[in-house]
Nanobody
């Protein structure tokens, strides 16, 4: 199983950026997908999660109203659209897959974790 996150980069405050997570080796449309981030010296933080069919979507408090999670099961891909970025959004962003979605939301647990993509927001 592989989860490959991409799309990170260096942006400025208030810019937008969209991350992608491409999955392989699993039945993607049976798994919830989540995004997490970890800044240097800080614990891993839940960012967003979406259930297998997109019918359930959850966000962390710090990104609610600015980030949008979505998925395309036909392409085995999940997305994280990040708007109005702030310097405090700077972190390594990981995607993860789990069943059920609440494992991602409440327990920061997942069956599978991908390697991260770095997002840096300059002030």
């Amino acid at each position: 199983v592989q989860l490959q996150a991409s799309g990170g980069g260096l942006v400025q405050t208030r810019d937008s950026l969209t991350l992608s997570c491409v999955a392989s080796g699993l039945t993607f449309n049976t798994y919830a997908v989540g995004w997490f981030r970890q800044a240097p010296g800080k614990e891993r933080e839940f960012v967003a999660a979406i259930n297998w069919n997109g019918g359930g979507i959850y966000y962390g408090d710090s990104v609610q109203g600015r980030f949008i999670i979505s998925r395309d099961n036909a392409k085995n891909t999940a997305f994280l659209q990040m708007n109005s970025l702030k310097p405090e959004d700077t972190a390594l962003y990981h995607c993860a897959a789990a069943v059920p979605v609440m494992r991602l939301v409440r327990a920061n647990e997942a069956e599978y974790w991908g390697r991260g993509t770095l997002v840096t927001v300059s002030s």
